[in-house]
């Protein structure tokens, strides 16, 4: 496989993006929902930023108070007994029957725009920002389906009852209207068809199961892109290969003469993510035709290895022109990248790995 990444790359760093409030630091701006709107290129970051700890020995966590829509920023001492810090992403409990407690970052959703795709400017303020009690905890990685003239964004939404999958409508990426929770706890990567199958919606998810089963993706389908029903397993985990970890949906899914192409990402159980390819049947997505063995995009650079967690390339969203496939991707979860692939390409490599 052919790729072209960005010589700008990485396009958007922590260090562009100056935090929401004065008394926080930005950790990272990535896994960005991808739309074009009025000649721009648009990436939806996933800002996450972090309370400054001005004590060495206390960790903060920012918790979103629904009443009071402010944040709350609650402060734990390294050395209490209570609590596990090995993890610098969260707070954990040291009794097993509690588990996890506080992320020590909020994400939200921010715009970087740009004219030609490779230089962007971020906006001064957040587009999405929690507002309920779904997303005490942030709104993380958002993907962008557009549907005629209007633009639905999904994310997902943190809290202490877990991780939902919400979206909202907008036709400005202004103003907005909030169409609720679609998918329930524990659920992530959620991917809207950009258009009807002989009369049904469908999306990509993936429940984060928590006793049986592995981390897959799952198919749905639904008369009106909030009634989600007939969900069945569409593609698991390999032992022994680079997606024998867990799984996820990638970019919102291609619709291609050979078939609906998704660009999904996977991991090994030492945490190392890829992205691959499968293709979907056009009259039937819930069919799958062909998968690629070996990934399309692997961690290479220094930028996709080294990071706040390094070995990650995470694509979120796509740009299609004729024969080129502009993938906008995370990387080592901190910043964004962008490469270029042939979408011929890629479909041969399907059918070669296939056969």
Same mark, same amino acid.
């Given at each position: 496989?052919?790729?072209?990444?960005?010589?700008?790359?990485?396009?958007?760093?922590?260090?562009?993006?100056?935090?929401?409030?004065?008394?926080?630091?930005?950790?990272?701006?990535?896994?960005?929902?991808?739309?074009?709107?009025?000649?721009?290129?648009?990436?939806?970051?996933?800002?996450?930023? %972090?309370?400054?700890?001005? /004590?060495? #020995?206390?960790? %903060?966590?920012?918790?979103? #108070?629904?009443?009071?829509?402010?944040?709350?920023?609650?402060?734990?001492?390294?050395?209490? =007994?209570?609590?596990?810090?090995?993890?610098?992403?969260?707070?954990?409990?040291?009794?097993?029957?509690?588990?996890?407690?506080?992320?020590?970052?909020?994400?939200?959703?921010?715009?970087?725009?740009?004219?030609?795709?490779?230089?962007?400017?971020?906006?001064?303020?957040?587009?999405?920002?929690?507002?309920?009690?779904?997303?005490?905890?942030?709104?993380?990685?958002?993907?962008?389906?557009?549907?005629?003239?209007?633009?639905?964004?999904?994310?997902?939404?943190?809290?202490?009852?877990?991780?939902?999958?919400?979206?909202?409508?907008?036709?400005?990426?202004?103003?907005?209207?909030?169409?609720?929770?679609?998918?329930?706890?524990?659920? %992530? /990567?959620?991917?809207?068809?950009?258009?009807?199958?002989?009369?049904?919606?469908?999306?990509?998810?993936?429940?984060?199961?928590?006793?049986?089963? #592995?981390?897959?993706?799952?198919?749905?389908?639904?008369?009106?892109?909030?009634?989600?029903?007939?969900?069945?397993?569409?593609?698991?985990?390999?032992?022994? *290969?680079?997606?024998?970890?867990?799984?996820?949906?990638?970019?919102?899914?291609?619709?291609?003469?050979?078939?609906?192409?998704?660009? *999904?990402?996977?991991?090994?159980?030492?945490?190392?993510?890829?992205?691959?390819?499968?293709?979907?049947?056009? #009259?039937?997505?819930?069919?799958?035709?062909?998968?690629?063995?070996?990934?399309?995009?692997? =961690?290479?650079?220094?930028?996709? %290895?080294?990071?706040?967690?390094?070995?990650?390339?995470?694509?979120?969203?796509?740009?299609?022109?004729?024969?080129?496939?502009?993938?906008?991707?995370?990387?080592?979860?901190?910043?964004?990248?962008?490469?270029?692939?042939?979408?011929?390409?890629?479909?041969?490599?399907?059918? /070669?790995?296939?056969?």
């Amino acid at each position: 496989m052919n790729i072209y990444r960005y010589e700008e790359n990485p396009l958007i760093t922590p260090a562009d993006v100056a935090p929401h409030r004065p008394d926080f630091e930005v950790l990272g701006a990535f896994n960005a929902g991808v739309a074009e709107y009025q000649g721009e290129t648009l990436l939806l970051l996933r800002v996450a930023e %972090k309370p400054i700890s001005e /004590d060495p #020995n206390i960790v %903060k966590a920012p918790v979103f #108070n629904v009443e009071t829509q402010q944040l709350d920023i609650l402060e734990f001492r390294l050395d209490d =007994p209570t609590y596990d810090f090995e993890d610098p992403r969260m707070i954990r409990t040291r009794d097993k029957m509690e588990g996890f407690a506080y992320l020590t970052s909020l994400s939200y959703i921010r715009i970087a725009r740009s004219k030609d795709g490779h230089n962007f400017t971020v906006d001064e303020k957040p587009f999405l920002y929690p507002f309920n009690e779904y997303q005490t905890f942030g709104i993380e990685d958002a993907r962008v389906t557009q549907i005629g003239d209007v633009y639905y964004v999904n994310f997902s939404a943190v809290s202490e009852m877990g991780v939902a999958d919400a979206m909202i409508s907008t036709k400005d990426f202004v103003s907005y209207e909030y169409e609720g929770n679609i998918f329930a706890p524990e659920n %992530k /990567d959620v991917l809207i068809f950009p258009e009807k199958v002989n009369g049904k919606y469908y999306a990509l998810h993936r429940p984060s199961l928590k006793s049986i089963g #592995n981390l897959d993706i799952w198919i749905a389908s639904s008369p009106d892109l909030h009634s989600w029903g007939d969900h069945r397993h569409l593609l698991g985990i390999r032992d022994g *290969y680079w997606d024998s970890g867990r799984i996820g949906g990638g970019a919102v899914p291609i619709k291609t003469e050979k078939g609906w192409l998704e660009l *999904y990402h996977g991991a090994t159980k030492e945490h190392r993510y890829c992205m691959g390819a499968v293709l979907l049947d056009l #009259n039937d997505p819930m069919k799958v035709l062909a998968r690629t063995e070996t990934p399309i995009l692997e =961690p290479e650079a220094d930028y996709e %290895k080294n990071g706040f967690f390094g070995d990650v390339v995470f694509g979120c969203g796509t740009i299609v022109e004729g024969d080129v496939v502009k993938m906008y991707y995370g990387v080592a979860d901190t910043s964004m990248a962008c490469c270029e692939m042939s979408l011929a390409e890629i479909l041969q490599q399907l059918e /070669d790995e296939s056969r």
